[in-house]
C-alpha cells in the first residue's frame, strides 16, 4: 500500500513534538530525494562559491543537554552532524551557517511536501545565496562591489521590507502563504524580532530583549536576500 503523501505543515509537527518529547525522529526518504533534486541543476553555482548544500535528515536527543543532535545530508553524498539548539530550524525552512573553521554551509528543513515544492526550494536557495555572497566578501575583504550594491539597492527600491510576509510568500510562489504563521507582520517587523537575543536572570526568568550587534547589517542583508529570490510574478 503507497505511503501517504506527508504535508509539510504536518512533517514539521511531527518533528516538533518528537523533540518536544526527547526522542528521535528521521526525516522520510522520498522527501529528501525530491528536495535534492530540487537543487541540484544550482549546485554548479554553490561548489563555485565554496558553499556546502545540505538538507536535515534526522534529528537526535542529546542526554542531559537543551540541545539536539542534528543529523545531515549533503547534496555530494557526505553525512554531517552538527549539535545546537531546537531554534536553529524551529520555524524556518533553510539556514545559512557561515562557518569560519570551514565551508559555509546552507541547510535544508522539509519534513513534507508543500505547493510548488521544488520552486519554492530554489527560491530560498537564492535566498540563503544572497547571504552567502554577502560572508564572503566579507571573510575575504573584498570590496563589496557592484554585485552586493545591486541587491541592497533593488531590495530598498522595492521596500521589500514594507511587504506583509503573506504577500512576500505570495510573490514567490508559496501556495501556503495565507496560512503562514505570522502572515500580517511585514517584513521588517520579524526581522526586528529575529535579530534580538532573551536576557534572563539567573533563575532563568525573561528580564528583556537586547539586540544583536551587527542587527541593522543582518536587516539589509536578509532584505537583500529576500528580492533575490525568483518571484512567480511582479513583485511590485
Do not use: C
Amino acid at each position: 500500500m503507497p505511503t501517504a503523501i506527508l504535508t509539510e505543515s504536518a512533517g514539521h509537527l511531527l518533528v516538533a513534538q518528537a523533540v518536544a518529547s526527547g526522542e528521535a525522529i528521521s526525516i522520510r526518504p522520498e522527501i529528501l530525494a525530491s528536495a535534492k533534486a530540487a537543487v541540484e541543476p544550482m549546485r554548479d553555482l554553490t561548489d563555485a562559491l565554496g558553499v556546502k548544500v545540505g538538507f536535515l535528515s534526522r534529528v537526535e536527543p542529546v542526554e542531559g543537554a537543551q540541545k539536539v543532535r542534528y543529523v545531515i545530508e549533503f547534496l555530494d553524498g557526505t553525512r554531517g552532524r552538527i549539535t545546537g539548539p531546537w531554534s536553529w530550524f524551529d520555524g524556518t525552512r533553510a539556514v545559512f551557517f557561515p562557518y569560519s573553521g570551514g565551508s559555509p554551509l546552507i541547510l535544508f528543513y522539509r519534513a513534507g511536501f508543500s505547493g510548488l515544492f521544488q520552486e519554492s526550494l530554489r527560491g530560498e536557495l537564492w535566498h540563503e545565496i544572497a547571504h552567502a555572497v554577502r560572508h564572503i566578501y566579507v571573510k575575504d575583504e573584498v570590496p563589496i562591489g557592484r554585485v552586493w550594491s545591486l541587491l541592497v539597492d533593488h531590495a530598498e527600491r522595492l521596500r521589500v521590507l514594507d511587504m506583509t510576509l503573506t504577500d512576500y510568500l505570495e510573490k514567490v510562489g508559496r501556495s501556503d502563504a495565507a496560512t503562514e504563521r505570522g502572515g500580517s507582520e511585514t517584513l521588517r517587523q520579524r526581522y526586528e524580532r529575529e535579530y534580538r537575543r532573551e536576557i534572563k536572570d539567573p533563575h532563568g526568568n525573561h528580564v528583556g530583549w537586547e539586540d544583536y550587534r551587527d542587527k541593522p547589517e543582518r536587516i539589509k542583508q536578509a532584505a537583500a536576500a529576500d528580492a533575490a529570490a525568483p518571484t512567480a510574478g511582479p513583485i511590485a
